[in-house]
Nanobody, 118 residues
Framework: QVRLAELGGGSVETGGSLRLSCVASGFYLGNWDVGWFRQAPGKAREMVACITMNGKVTSYGWSVKGRFTISRDKRGNAVDLQMNSLGPDDTGVYYC???????????WGQGTQVTVSQ
């Protein structure tokens, strides 16, 4: 079965850290660019971070730049998102996808909830 799973969400206090993983099954994630996205309550979904298939180029949304780091694991079938200095505005459901362009993504997984309390 071909699927992506988002793992690692949870609840932290402001200033804390979380690490999310996007894990592929049924296909090799290393053949795809991978994007992390999030949707906060009442807001539109937005791109958080993106990594190219070779792992050499990364990009970030302006609100997370300098705090979040996207990376590929050595086996190539997972993409992690290290999130530091979290604040309440980072609260939302986080999703990953095999594309970095939001408008090209038509199918989403369940996502993983991240809640940051003050």
């Amino acid at each position: 079965q071909v699927r992506l799973a988002e793992l690692g969400g949870g609840s932290v206090e402001t200033g804390g850290s979380l690490r999310l993983s996007c894990v592929a099954s049924g296909f090799y994630l290393g053949n795809w660019d991978v994007g992390w996205f999030r949707q906060a309550p009442g807001k539109a979904r937005e791109m958080v971070a993106c990594i190219t298939m070779n792992g050499k180029v990364t990009s970030y949304g302006w609100s997370v730049k300098g705090r979040f780091t996207i990376s590929r694991d050595k086996r190539g079938n997972a993409v992690d998102l290290q999130m530091n200095s979290l604040g309440p505005d980072d609260t939302g459901v986080y999703y990953c996808a095999t594309d970095c362009e939001l408008s090209r993504i038509y199918s989403w997984g369940q996502g993983t909830q991240v809640t940051v309390s003050q």
